[in-house]
């Protein structure tokens, strides 16, 4: 009687035992779940671009994968070392990125594409979780928390990101333009030909030319012509 009393506990302190290890490995593996800390921002994939100018960036390749230019140069460098895995997975592949595209402008491109790709220098993710309400509550590597309405939808907060992104002065809106195009950045080029758009709204030939920084190559008699031709884009001659 004795043995099977013992028997009966020690089956019982082992089942209890057990159920503390599978709690514990529970817990780990919560912690790891909710913690991008430790491996996963070691291993993030970088990319390298080389400006006409011989400056270099690295950035994550998440973020570079926005341009379509920066694309599908990596998939030219994978084709030539016949390579199966993609470009950036162990190493950092150097992609040189067209003259039009200066190292004093790239830095603004790098940062709208991290933006946008919800990613930090390192490649960490930055992505805001937001509740069924639209409150937002920021992962832990997160800079993407909405300022001023603890109610803003993540396309709201990102949308009002976009807007101050593009309020520079006149020739940095416009290198980010050209860069946007030679990189095929849509998104970018979107957003910085709207500024442009909104800047020129409500102007006449004149005050778009001096806005532009466009000369006047047309004769007097010309521009009656055009005048005459279309009266209805010259409502006040």
């Keep these: 009687m004795a043995s099977d009393q013992k028997g009966e506990g020690e089956t019982v302190k082992e089942a209890e035992e057990g159920e503390t290890v599978a709690a514990e490995d529970k817990g780990k593996e919560k912690v790891t779940a909710g913690d991008n800390s430790g491996e996963e921002k070691a291993g993030a994939k970088m ?17 570079a994968m926005l341009s379509t230019v920066i694309r599908n140069s990596c998939k030219i460098v994978d084709d030539e070392s016949d390579s199966d895995k993609p470009s950036g997975d162990g190493e950092i592949t150097m992609v040189k990125l067209p003259h039009q595209v ?24 930055t992505a805001t979780v937001f509740t069924n309400t639209g409150a937002a509550a920021a992962s832990s590597s997160s800079t993407s928390v909405p300022d001023d309405d603890p109610t803003a939808t993540e396309e709201e907060v990102l949308k009002n990101w976009d807007k101050e992104f ?59 012509a055009i005048r005459a031709l279309n009266p209805w884009a010259f409502p006040n001659p």
């Design 47 to 63: 990319i390298s671009v080389e400006c006409s100018d011989g400056k270099t960036f690295d950035m994550p390749l998440a973020a």
């Design 102 to 125: 200066p190292s004093t402008i790239f830095p603004e491109v790098k940062k709208y594409c991290m933006k946008h790709a919800k990613v930090d220098e390192k490649g960490n993710s």
């Design 166 to 224: 593009v309020n520079v002065d006149q020739w940095p809106l416009y290198n980010l333009l050209l860069a946007a195009h030679f990189l095929d950045i849509q998104g970018l080029f979107d957003i910085a030909s709207q500024k442009v758009a909104d800047m020129l709204k409500g102007k006449n030939s004149q005050e778009m030319r001096d806005t532009l920084n466009i000369a006047n190559d047309f004769t007097a008699d010309e521009q009656q």
